[in-house]
């Protein structure tokens, strides 16, 4: 999930950011499911190139993500299998090199996280370590759970709400 992928958003901003019509100090990167993933990767890797983060259910520990999942398909086929197959090359350089968590003490931009509380793709626990994470490195964090959604904000109230934390993230933050 990480190499080449994050390569190529980082080429993107800085090639977006050269744009008379982007504010290069106002940049932010947001995403859901793999991009909330990317999010957290991108989090510690940016370079100062980022002012601010949204990640909504994304993964943030892939250890734990492979032992909390109820869809394995997606870290068996992405990822390469279990993180404790020490035989498996391509596993073993994804949860060594591509893990948000190898790159957390590299964090130092604020950053938003929402959750849906029945989410079972992407376990809540997930955010929570994320948040944590920040919080604990002192870190302008906000972490936003909504307990009776899943892996997508469906109900139009919660929807709404959501709206809402994004963009007074934003005005906070950019």
Same mark, same amino acid.
């Given at each position: ?60 520990? !892939? ?90 904000? !469906? ?20």
């Amino acid at each position: 999930w990480g190499g080449q992928a994050m390569e190529d958003y980082l080429s993107a901003i800085d090639a977006l950011a050269k744009e008379p019509f982007v504010d290069s100090d106002r940049l932010g990167a947001v995403g859901a499911s793999y991009g909330g993933y990317s999010v957290f990767q991108l989090a510690g890797i940016h370079e100062n190139r980022f002012r601010s983060f949204i990640s909504h259910a994304g993964v943030f520990n !892939l250890e734990s993500m492979y032992g909390t999942t109820e869809e394995l398909f997606f870290v068996n086929w992405d990822i390469g299998g279990p993180y404790w197959d020490e035989s498996n090359a391509a596993a073993r350089r994804s949860y060594r090199e591509f893990n948000p968590i190898r790159q957390v003490d590299q964090w130092d931009t604020p950053i938003l996280i929402t959750q849906g509380g029945k989410d079972y793709r992407v376990p809540m626990g997930q955010s929570q370590e994320a948040f944590q994470a920040a919080q604990l490195q002192g870190i302008k964090s906000r972490f936003v759970l909504f307990p009776e959604e899943n892996h997508w904000i !469906l109900s139009p109230q919660n929807g709404i709400a959501w709206q809402r934390e994004f963009f007074r993230w934003l005005n906070e933050t950019l």
